[in-house]
């Protein structure tokens, strides 16, 4: 449970940042969004420090699924539109990709 929410904590402020920055340099906002969105990026990277993981390549790489997850749901709730069903599918697989990497058995 306490990785699913560094996970998540994680990507709201990355996906949050990154989208700021998309706004100013794609959508044509004020660059002063670049300042939330630096602030947003900050808080991500202090954030995923605390995954539960042996190696930080490891827990980037099950951060990866959730962010990717997470990324879709911000589609359809921030900017509006649905994913289909094949996003859907992806995610999911990502999703099981990123448990099987955080809760797998290691060696001791």
């Not at 990785?3 to 990507?11: E, Q, V, W």
């Not at 991500?44 to 990717?68: E, K, Q």
């Not at 069903?85 to 990497?101: H, K, S």
């Amino acid at each position: 449970m306490q990785a699913a929410l560094i996970f998540a904590g994680a990507a709201i402020a990355e996906i949050a940042g990154c989208f700021a920055f998309w706004a100013w340099l794609r959508a044509g906002r004020s660059a002063f969004w670049a300042i939330p969105g630096t602030l947003s990026l900050i808080v991500f990277a202090m954030i995923l420090t605390y995954a539960p993981a042996s190696a930080a390549g490891r827990a980037y790489a099950a951060y990866g699924g959730v962010y990717v997850a997470a990324s879709l749901l911000w589609l359809w709730i921030v900017e509006r539109t649905a994913p289909d069903r094949w996003d859907l599918i992806g995610a999911a697989l990502c999703i099981a990709g990123a448990a099987v990497i955080v809760y797998g058995p290691r060696g001791a």
